[in-house]
């Protein structure tokens, strides 16, 4: 059975309700585009019913922290940003105490890049609760000091900790070192050289954007960014970088790494991805020329709709 056929029949046999949009590319061409309709939100604000097409904006999550190392590697190799072995708390010098604190020396912005910050940081908690530090930064006065004042618990760069506070760090730097708000580079610097002109970005309650979760993307302009990712940056994000942030540096579970800000699968059909609340996934075959985008509504629960839709994709 061909590729769209097995997706048609997971979608017909009603084995992926909270399935939203699918796109496929291989070689560099679009392969296959499903789309589905059903409830959304954008972050916690319901959108109601919505009819997805082509052009549909959808949020990304997550995804968005695996955008923001795409950027990061951009304002690097423009000299904008500091290398991922500079200092991490210096790049904020108005917290002086911060900056003084023997506690936070060691901390690097490749450890932000890594979750591995060691830091006291739990987002295991629903999205709708500062019991979750995200959210808890989110309603913080200052979300870069909150960050950066959590108490270490363990030694940085030894352990993967889920942190959407260590993608905020790095928003935070690139906007300071381009000069502009992060939603602004990122148009210029990576969206319109690929042709992406319609996207979105929500704001956090410090007027802000969500470098962790907030970027809204056609699934159509997803997979395109995976594709770059796929052709080593084209130019638009050095190459060198894209091996940097590639490479595992630290475990999560068997078979399952992470670089900067993106996993990384390994065994028999390895692959990247970035993953987003809800069942968002991009994934990336480096070896097969395929880039698989997935887009779906089943925000904080079980993502079954994105993997019936993606076992349908890559069953051989």
Same mark, same amino acid.
């Given at each position: 059975?061909?590729?769209?056929?097995?997706?048609?029949?997971?979608?017909?046999?009603?084995?992926?309700?909270?399935?939203?949009?699918?796109?496929?590319?291989?070689?560099? !061409?679009?392969?296959?585009?499903?789309?589905?309709?059903?409830?959304? +939100? *954008?972050?916690?604000?319901?959108?109601?019913?919505?009819?997805?097409?082509?052009?549909?904006?959808?949020?990304? *999550?997550?995804?968005?922290?695996?955008?923001?190392?795409?950027?990061?590697?951009?304002?690097?190799?423009?000299?904008?940003?500091?290398?991922?072995?500079?200092?991490?708390?210096?790049?904020?010098?108005? +917290?002086?105490?911060?900056?003084?604190?023997?506690?936070?020396?060691?901390?690097?912005? !490749?450890?932000?890049?890594?979750?591995?910050?060691?830091?006291?940081?739990?987002?295991?908690?629903?999205?709708?609760?500062?019991?979750?530090?995200?959210?808890?930064?989110?309603?913080?006065?200052?979300?870069? *000091?909150?960050?950066?004042?959590?108490?270490?618990?363990?030694?940085?760069?030894?352990?993967? /900790? +889920?942190?959407? #506070?260590?993608?905020?760090?790095?928003?935070?730097?690139?906007?300071?070192?381009?000069? /502009?708000?992060?939603?602004?580079?990122?148009?210029?610097?990576?969206?319109?050289?690929?042709?992406?002109?319609?996207?979105?970005?929500?704001?956090?309650?410090? #007027?802000?954007?969500?470098?962790?979760?907030?970027?809204?993307? /056609?699934?159509?302009?997803?997979?395109?960014?995976? @594709?770059?990712?796929?052709?080593?940056?084209?130019?638009?994000?050095?190459? !060198?970088?894209? @091996?940097?942030?590639? *490479?595992?540096?630290?475990?999560?579970?068997?078979?399952?790494?992470?670089?900067?800000?993106?996993?990384?699968?390994?065994?028999? /059909?390895?692959?990247?991805?970035?993953?987003?609340?809800?069942? @968002?996934?991009?994934?990336?075959?480096? #070896? !097969?020329?395929?880039?698989?985008?997935?887009?779906?509504?089943?925000?904080?629960?079980?993502?079954?709709?994105?993997?019936?839709?993606?076992?349908?994709?890559?069953?051989?």
């Amino acid at each position: 059975m061909a590729m769209a056929e097995r997706v048609d029949a997971v979608l017909r046999a009603g084995a992926a309700p909270g399935f939203h949009g699918l796109v496929v590319m291989r070689g560099g !061409e679009v392969v296959l585009e499903r789309y589905g309709a059903g409830v959304d +939100y *954008r972050l916690g604000d319901s959108l109601g019913h919505v009819v997805f097409d082509r052009d549909t904006l959808h949020d990304m *999550r997550s995804v968005s922290k695996s955008i923001v190392a795409l950027l990061y590697g951009i304002a690097l190799g423009d000299g904008l940003v500091p290398e991922p072995g500079a200092g991490l708390v210096a790049q904020f010098p108005e +917290y002086r105490d911060l900056v003084g604190d023997p506690e936070k020396a060691h901390l690097t912005v !490749e450890h932000a890049l890594t979750m591995t910050l060691g830091l006291e940081w739990n987002e295991d908690a629903p999205y709708t609760s500062t019991a979750n530090s995200e959210i808890a930064m989110e309603f913080a006065p200052d979300r870069y *000091r909150y960050v950066l004042e959590r108490p270490v618990v363990e030694e940085a760069g030894k352990l993967w /900790r +889920y942190c959407g #506070g260590a993608t905020a760090l790095l928003g935070g730097i690139i906007a300071r070192g381009t000069g /502009r708000p992060l939603e602004e580079y990122a148009a210029t610097a990576l969206f319109r050289p690929l042709g992406i002109t319609d996207f979105d970005w929500s704001k956090g309650m410090h #007027g802000a954007v969500s470098a962790a979760a907030g970027i809204r993307l /056609r699934p159509v302009d997803l997979a395109a960014i995976g @594709q770059l990712v796929l052709d080593g940056g084209r130019g638009i994000v050095p190459g !060198e970088w894209l @091996q940097e942030m590639l *490479r595992p540096r630290v475990n999560i579970a068997e078979g399952f790494e992470y670089g900067y800000q993106w996993y990384l699968v390994t065994g028999d /059909r390895p692959h990247v991805k970035g993953i987003g609340n809800g069942g @968002q996934e991009l994934l990336v075959f480096t #070896g !097969e020329e395929l880039v698989v985008a997935v887009t779906a509504g089943e925000y904080d629960g079980d993502t079954t709709s994105s993997r019936a839709v993606l076992e349908a994709v890559l069953t051989e």
